[in-house]
């Protein structure tokens, strides 16, 4: 009996023992050592990839998408369409998994997709203005009219044709921070309308903003809408 007393004491003891070192060495010594690394290696990362302006103040994450919408006329109806602010480079549509009033530069509460298949609405394979409303042609017709007439300027008519995916249809994740150097580009006149801006001035801000593909090879080039947009605003005030 006391055998057995004993040797259990004992296997309580090493288990103590064994429980107390991985606690210090997997939840205090492990995680000191890789946040350590981390904010001495990837600073900029490990704290949310975050964007400022020239004053110093944090605007955003370059991984987080934003929107640059008018205020409502009315905060409190839901039912009152947000309107673009046309005088800031637009990015991708938003449309994802869920909403929230908590943050107002993004709609989305959730990441994630429409989770419609590409022909959801479609009459005969093709998306055309008969789409159901509701669907993920509607959207696509609904969103390419609207850049249509959003970006097209007195001297610059934009062509269906010269409409591109990304401007019409959200991302995987619908937190997109990214749009492609075409959608950039199919926005330049308007923006340098709406800014007062020479189109040349504009044209040089988006190519000084288009990134390459990572490594080369990998992805596709791509312009950080928030970069850009405060980029944009200091162009302004110059």
């Given at each position: 009996?006391?055998?057995?007393?004993?040797?259990?004491?004992?296997?309580?003891?090493?288990?103590?023992?064994?429980?107390?070192?991985?606690?210090?060495?997997?939840?205090?010594?492990?995680?000191?050592?890789?946040?350590?690394?981390?904010?001495?290696?990837?600073?900029?990362?490990?704290?949310?990839?975050?964007?400022?302006?020239?004053?110093?103040?944090?605007?955003?994450?370059?991984?987080?998408?934003?929107?640059?919408?008018?205020?409502?006329?009315?905060?409190?109806?839901?039912?009152?369409?947000?309107?673009?602010?046309?005088?800031?480079?637009?990015?991708?549509?938003?449309?994802?998994?869920?909403?929230?009033?908590?943050?107002?530069?993004?709609?989305?509460?959730?990441s994630g997709a429409t989770n419609r298949s590409a022909d959801n609405g479609a009459i005969n394979g093709k998306c055309t203005d008969q789409a159901e409303e509701g669907t993920l042609c509607a959207q696509v017709i609904a969103a390419k009219d609207a850049v249509i007439a959003d970006n097209?300027?007195?001297?610059?008519?934009?062509?269906?044709?010269?409409?591109?995916?990304?401007?019409?249809?959200?991302?995987?994740?619908?937190?997109?921070?990214?749009?492609?150097?075409?959608?950039?580009?199919?926005?330049?006149?308007?923006?340098?309308?709406?800014?007062?801006?020479?189109?040349?001035?504009?044209?040089?801000?988006?190519?000084?903003?288009?990134?390459?593909?990572?490594?080369?090879?990998?992805?596709?080039?791509?312009?950080?809408?928030?970069?850009?947009?405060?980029?944009?605003?200091?162009?302004?005030?110059?």
């Amino acid at each position: 009996m006391n055998n057995s007393v004993g040797n259990t004491a004992r296997l309580i003891g090493a288990g103590l023992r064994a429980l107390l070192v991985l606690t210090v060495i997997c939840g205090v010594i492990y995680p000191l050592a890789v946040t350590g690394i981390a904010q001495a290696a990837f600073n900029d990362k490990a704290n949310g990839s975050e964007i400022k302006d020239k004053s110093g103040q944090v605007v955003g994450s370059s991984l987080i998408g934003q929107t640059y919408s008018l205020p409502k006329k009315d905060p409190d109806d839901a039912e009152e369409a947000v309107k673009p602010d046309l005088k800031w480079f637009q990015p991708r549509p938003s449309n994802g998994l869920g909403s929230n009033s908590v943050n107002t530069q993004y709609s989305l509460i959730l990441s994630g997709a429409t989770n419609r298949s590409a022909d959801n609405g479609a009459i005969n394979g093709k998306c055309t203005d008969q789409a159901e409303e509701g669907t993920l042609c509607a959207q696509v017709i609904a969103a390419k009219d609207a850049v249509i007439a959003d970006n097209s300027t007195a001297g610059y008519t934009v062509k269906p044709e010269d409409v591109p995916a990304d401007a019409v249809t959200s991302s995987g994740s619908g937190l997109d921070p990214d749009i492609s150097p075409e959608y950039a580009k199919l926005q330049i006149h308007r923006v340098a309308e709406q800014n007062k801006l020479d189109v040349q001035q504009v044209e040089k801000l988006v190519a000084d903003h288009t990134e390459g593909r990572t490594l080369g090879f990998m992805g596709e080039p791509r312009v950080n809408v928030l970069e850009l947009n405060i980029a944009l605003k200091a162009l302004s005030k110059s």
